[in-house]
C-alpha cells in the first residue's frame, strides 16, 4: 500500500534555570568578604567527578513501555534481487543459503499472542508487501524467520507466525473505542530500521476517529479511506506495523502512516485497536479477509468529461456524482442484477454514492448473503436493481 508518510519534526523545549534554596537579603552595608570553599564534583586532587547522587525517573511513560517493549519487534522484508555476479556475497554464503535476498525494506511489529509454541505478530501489511522471505528481529539481537499467515491491502494489516521459543513478552490490546483525546501516546518501534530499534516517542492522542484517504494501489487515485487515530507522537518510516501505546502499555493502535509535509508537524495515524483485531483475527484464521463484493470494475464519474457524461453515458446535466460501471464480471452478483458498462451508479443500500471509495465502503459495510437496492442511471433514466451481497475470486469491486 503507497500511503501519505508525512515528516514529523522535533522541537526542543525552553530549558528554566530556577534557583532553589537561596536566602536572598539586602542592605546598605558592604558585605563581608568571606573565603569559599572549593566546592563542585571535583576529588581531591583537583579532578571533576561523576555524582553518585541517584534520580528515580519513573514515570507512567516508562512503566508503560517496560510493559510491552520486549513484545516489540523489527519486521525485515528480503526479495529476491537476482543473481550475484560473483555467485556469492563476502565468500561466506553458498547459493543455497540465499545469497540472492536483500533487505528491501524494514518495518516493526509486535507479538500480541502466544499458543502452544507458535507466536503471532502484527504488523502493516506495506511492511510485507512484495516479500520473499520475512525475518523478525527482537529487542535483543534475535533474528528468526517468519512465515506470512495472511495480508490485507484496505486495512493495512498483517499477521505473521514464528516459533514461540524467542519470546519473552507478549503485547496486550486496549480499548480504543474508551480513548479521551489529550491522554498520552507512546509510539515503539524501529524508525529508518534496525539502527534504532526499540525507540521510544511519546505524546498524545490528537483526535479519534480521523477519516485519511489512501491509495493502495499506488496508480496516483485515492481508492480507500482509512479510520485511524491521530498523534503527535513522533511516526517515521520504519515504525510501520508497530505499536501505539495507552499510559498503562497496552495497544490501542497499530502505526502505519503520517503526512510527509514540510510545513506539518506533529500528525501521525494509526489504526484503531478495536478495529484492527477482528482483521486479525481472520488473517490469523483463515488467512484473508472475505468482503462481499458486486463484481463490477468502476471509475469515478468526475474521472469521465462533460462531452462524454453527455454524447456516451446521456446523463442528465445535474447529474455530476456517481460511479460508472467499467465492465461487469460474468456470473457476478452485479450481472444477475441486470447491471452493464456505463451504468452509472448513484445510490447503495439507500445510501448517496459520489465516488468509488464511497460506494466501496457501502460494500464492505453489507454482509454476505445481505439483499440491497442499488440506483443507477441507463441512458439518462433512473433505474433500480436489488442484488444478493457475495464473494468472488475475481479482482473486481
Known amino acids: 500500500m503507497k500511503n501519505k508518510l508525512w515528516k514529523i519534526l522535533l522541537t526542543t523545549g525552553v530549558a528554566a534555570t530556577v534557583l532553589a534554596g537561596c536566602d536572598v537579603s539586602t542592605n546598605d552595608t558592604e558585605p563581608e568578604t568571606e ?5 563542585g564534583s571535583v576529588d581531591g586532587e583537583g579532578n571533576v567527578t561523576i555524582s553518585d547522587i541517584r534520580v528515580d525517573v519513573s ?10 517493549d520486549d513484545a516489540v519487534v523489527s519486521i525485515l522484508n528480503l526479495q529476491q534481487m537476482g543473481q550475484n555476479p560473483w555467485g556469492w556475497y563476502g565468500g561466506t554464503q553458498s547459493p543455497e543459503e540465499g545469497e540472492d535476498l536483500l533487505q528491501a525494506g524494514t518495518g516493526s511489529g509486535a507479538v500480541y499472542k ?16 512484495g516479500s520473499d522471505v520475512i525475518d ?4 535483543d539481537g534475535t533474528r528468526v524467520e517468519a512465515e506470512l499467515l495472511g495480508s490485507d491491502v484496505w486495512t493495512d494489516l498483517a ?9 519473552t513478552a507478549v503485547a496486550e490490546f486496549g480499548d480504543s473505542d474508551n480513548l479521551t483525546v489529550g491522554e498520552p501516546a507512546i509510539a515503539i518501534g524501529s524508525p529508518l530500521g534496525t539502527n534504532f530499534a526499540s525507540s521510544v516517542t511519546s ?4 483526535a479519534i476517529e480521523r477519516t485519511v484517504p489512501v491509495d493502495t494501489n499506488m496508480d496516483g487515485e485515492l481508492d480507500w479511506e482509512m479510520t485511524a487515530i491521530q498523534t503527535d507522537a513522533a511516526i517515521n518510516p520504519g515504525n510501520s506495523g508497530g505499536p501505539l501505546i495507552n499510559i498503562a502499555g497496552q495497544v490501542i493502535g497499530i502505526n502505519s502512516m503520517k503526512i510527509s509535509s514540510s510545513v506539518v508537524e506533529g500528525m501521525g495515524f494509526a489504526i484503531p485497536s478495536n478495529d484492527a483485531i ?10 484473508e479477509v472475505v468482503r462481499p463484493v458486486l463484481g463490477v470494475g468502476m471509475v469515478d464519474l468526475s474521472m469521465v468529461s462533460y462531452q462524454q457524461q453527455q454524447a ?3 446523463l442528465p446535466e445535474d447529474v455530476n456524482e456517481g460511479v460508472v460501471i467499467a465492465e461487469v464480471a460474468p456470473g457476478s452478483s452485479a450481472d444477475e442484477a441486470g447491471l452493464e458498462s456505463n451504468d452509472v451508479i448513484v445510490s447503495f443500500n439507500g445510501v448517496d454514492v459520489a465516488n468509488g471509495v464511497e460506494l466501496r465502503q457501502e460494500i464492505y459495510d453489507t454482509e454476505i448473503g445481505d439483499e440491497v437496492e442499488i440506483e443507477y442511471y441507463r441512458d439518462g433514466e433512473l433505474q433500480s436493481t436489488t442484488m444478493t451481497m457475495r464473494t468472488t475470486e475475481d479482482p473486481f469491486v
Request: hydrophobic share 45%; net charge negative; aromatic share 4%.
Open 312 to 314: 456516451i453515458l446521456n
Open 203 to 206: 505524546g498524545i492522542i490528537s
Open 136 to 139: 523478525v528481529l527482537f529487542k
Open 35 to 39: 573565603e569559599v570553599e572549593e566546592q
Open 114 to 129: 502466544v499458543e502452544d509454541d507458535t507466536a503471532y505478530i502484527f504488523t502493516n501489511n506495506h511492511v510485507i508487501e
Open 278 to 287: 477482528d482483521i486479525i483475527n481472520q488473517l490469523e484464521q483463515n488467512g
Open 59 to 68: 514515570s507512567g511513560i516508562t512503566d508503560a513501555v517496560d510493559e510491552v
Open 159 to 167: 499477521v505473521l507466525s514464528i516459533d514461540a521459543e524467542a519470546v
